[in-house]
């Protein structure tokens, strides 16, 4: 098992950003995004990293944008080293299968997301009102339930923290009732794309978010689909196999780690904890396990 890698650092390259898990570069015209293996769990990036992790949603992230081209463009332009401007190239072994060259968009100040199963925090706003960040559902639903029918709830963006629930007209009061009503139509079409095939490889799509951003030119502006796509990280996969409505599903994500730092009673503040090896090692198996059955193939 490969040793984790937690930063990156490429001499000539100017770091543009680093977010919990990614690292990214401003190399002129286009950004350079590598995945880490750093992992994240409730708002803290922990003291230890998931082996190939970051080469798993890369690679994740580089199936769905292929598979669901012919629904919306993306930002992707090569995820091969040899493509990329030659002072990225001599960092090519690191960046291989954790690294994609992408263009620049500005991106939309608001997460799309997609439920098709009552869970996470919208099974806790339906505890209390009845309804998923304003849409109502019937009662008597019980957590883990298929909804009637998927629903897009959108949510503000957060640099650190918590992303934010908000109603559609909050989020029509950011980016415009026109651009929402696109990026609702087209989260909904992934979803129900990207569902039909997860469940074609035993698992269950119960709900993911997604990142549009403007790409502007000369030719004029066009909408892309940026950052990660169906990932463990931004989805929450369960096994179909398994599947029970009437409390939490096993996933195929982080649930190892959020069971652990429960278990040894973290106040969830700084120090943060390091991960004892058997959960490390679950881990980056539910990832694999993930990434094997959705793309139909061994990690590069």
Same mark, same amino acid.
């Given at each position: 098992?490969?040793?984790?890698?937690?930063?990156?650092?490429?001499?000539?390259?100017?770091?543009?950003?680093?977010?919990? @898990?990614?690292?990214?570069?401003?190399?002129?015209?286009?950004?350079?995004?590598? $995945?880490?293996?750093?992992?994240?769990?409730?708002?803290?990036?922990?003291?230890?990293?998931?082996?190939?992790?970051?080469?798993?949603?890369?690679?994740?992230?580089?199936?769905?944008?292929?598979?669901?081209?012919?629904?919306?463009?993306?930002?992707?332009?090569?995820?091969?080293?040899?493509?990329?401007?030659?002072?990225?190239?001599?960092?090519?072994?690191?960046?291989? +299968?954790?690294?994609?060259?992408?263009?620049?968009?500005?991106?939309?100040?608001?997460?799309?997301?997609?439920? &098709?199963?009552?869970?996470?925090?919208? %099974?806790?706003?339906? &505890?209390?009102?009845?309804?998923?960040?304003?849409?109502?559902?019937?009662?008597?639903?019980?957590?883990?339930?298929?909804?009637?029918?998927?629903?897009?709830?959108?949510?503000?963006?957060?640099?650190?923290?918590?992303?934010?629930?908000?109603?559609?007209?909050?989020?029509?009061?950011?980016? +415009?009732?026109?651009?929402?009503?696109?990026?609702?139509?087209?989260?909904?079409?992934?979803?129900?794309?990207?569902?039909?095939? $997860?469940?074609?490889? &035993?698992?269950?799509?119960?709900?993911?978010?997604?990142?549009?951003?403007?790409?502007?030119?000369?030719?004029?502006?066009?909408?892309? %689909?940026?950052?990660?796509?169906?990932?463990?990280?931004?989805?929450?996969?369960?096994?179909?196999?398994?599947?029970?409505?009437? +409390?939490?599903?096993?996933?195929?994500?982080?649930?190892?780690?959020?069971?652990?730092?429960?278990?040894?009673?973290?106040?969830?503040?700084?120090? @943060?904890?390091?991960?004892?090896?058997? @959960?490390?090692?679950?881990?980056?198996?539910?990832?694999?396990?993930?990434?094997?059955?959705?793309? +139909?193939?061994?990690?590069?």
């Amino acid at each position: 098992m490969r040793t984790p890698l937690l930063e990156t650092s490429f001499p000539g390259l100017a770091l543009f950003r680093r977010g919990k @898990v990614r690292d990214v570069y401003d190399l002129g015209e286009h950004l350079l995004i590598v $995945a880490t293996d750093r992992i994240s769990a409730f708002d803290y990036v922990l003291g230890s990293g998931i082996p190939d992790k970051g080469r798993i949603l890369t690679q994740l992230s580089a199936f769905w944008f292929d598979l669901l081209r012919d629904v919306v463009p993306n930002q992707v332009v090569s995820t091969n080293p040899a493509d990329y401007p030659a002072a990225a190239r001599p960092f090519a072994d690191q960046l291989e +299968g954790r690294s994609m060259l992408a263009r620049k968009t500005e991106p939309l100040p608001v997460e799309c997301v997609a439920r &098709g199963y009552l869970s996470g925090s919208g %099974w806790k706003d339906y &505890g209390r009102t009845g309804q998923v960040c304003g849409i109502p559902l019937p009662p008597g639903l019980v957590e883990s339930d298929r909804l009637p029918e998927p629903i897009f709830t959108p949510a503000t963006k957060a640099e650190s923290g918590h992303d934010e629930n908000i109603s559609a007209d909050a989020a029509a009061g950011i980016i +415009g009732a026109g651009r929402l009503a696109e990026v609702r139509r087209l989260t909904l079409e992934i979803y129900r794309r990207a569902s039909a095939h $997860a469940e074609s490889c &035993g698992i269950i799509l119960a709900d993911t978010k997604f990142e549009f951003g403007i790409d502007r030119s000369a030719a004029g502006e066009r909408l892309l %689909w940026i950052d990660e796509a169906l990932t463990p990280d931004s989805s929450r996969f369960w096994p179909r196999d398994t599947y029970r409505p009437g +409390g939490p599903q096993p996933s195929f994500d982080k649930q190892y780690v959020r069971d652990y730092l429960e278990r040894i009673r973290w106040n969830k503040q700084p120090p @943060v904890p390091t991960l004892p090896a058997d @959960v490390v090692e679950r881990t980056r198996a539910k990832y694999l396990e993930a990434y094997r059955r959705l793309a +139909g193939r061994n990690l590069a």
